[in-house]
Structure formats: C-alpha cells, structure tokens
C-alpha cells in the first residue's frame, strides 16, 4: 500500500511565496516521474509542473519563472516553491507519482495522488 500526503497550502497575499511538500510511504522500491497538478473551481485540472527521476523538469508556460519543482530520492518528496503568487494560481494543488511498489506477487507500477491542499493568493 503507497500513500502520498500533502502539506504546506494555506492563504498568502499576491506576491507572496507557498512551499508545498508531497511525501509518499508505503511498500515502494522506486519512483518515477513526480508532478504537481491544479483545479481551481469550474476548471479542468492541470498540469502545473513535473520532474523526472533524473532531475529534468518542466513548467507550464503560466508558471515559469516562478515555479520551482524538486524532489528528494532519500526521503520519497516532492516540493513545489513557489514565489511571486497571483490571484489566478488559487486552486487545489495535487501531487502524483508514479511509483514501483512491491508486492507479495511482485512489482506494481502505478499512478498514485496526493489528497489536494488549498492554496488562496488574496489580499
């Protein structure tokens, strides 16, 4: 059984800066590629940035330059920083990884999701 859980959202004014923590535990033997998504209300989620298992990152466009994804292999994290917020990033944020775990047949690969955290950006 893998579990992510979340922390770190909360209420910030425009302009401020959130840290928010994804950790997975669990029966996992590796990890692949982890990501942060978004919903904001009435809107499809997003893909708002993600990084392989060797370091390689990518941003959507909105977010770039203010975004910083990074993960540590030790402690089976990711971490979204996130500086210069605006109004329009208030959403939930949900981090996904896909994880290798073992089991008593074997190994499993699958997607699994964080349980969402609030970020609001008003003043």
């Known amino acids: 059984q893998v579990q992510l859980v979340e922390s770190g959202g909360g209420l910030v004014q425009p302009g401020g800066s959130l840290r928010l923590s994804c950790a997975a535990s669990g029966s996992i033997f590796s990890i692949n590629a982890m990501h942060w998504y978004r919903q904001a209300p009435g809107k499809q989620r997003e893909l708002v940035a993600s990084?392989?298992?060797?370091?390689?990152?990518n941003y959507a466009d909105s977010v770039k330059g203010r975004f910083t994804i990074s993960r540590d292999n030790a402690k089976n994290t990711v971490y979204l920083q996130m500086n210069s917020l605006k109004p329009e990033d208030t959403a939930v944020y949900y981090c996904?990884?896909?994880?290798?775990?073992?089991?008593?047949?074997?190994?499993?690969?699958?997607?699994?999701w964080g349980q969402g955290t609030q970020v609001t950006v008003s003043s």
């Open positions: 990084i392989t298992s060797r370091g390689t990152t």
């Open positions: 996904k990884m896909t994880i290798r775990s073992v089991g008593s047949g074997g190994y499993y690969l699958s997607d699994y």
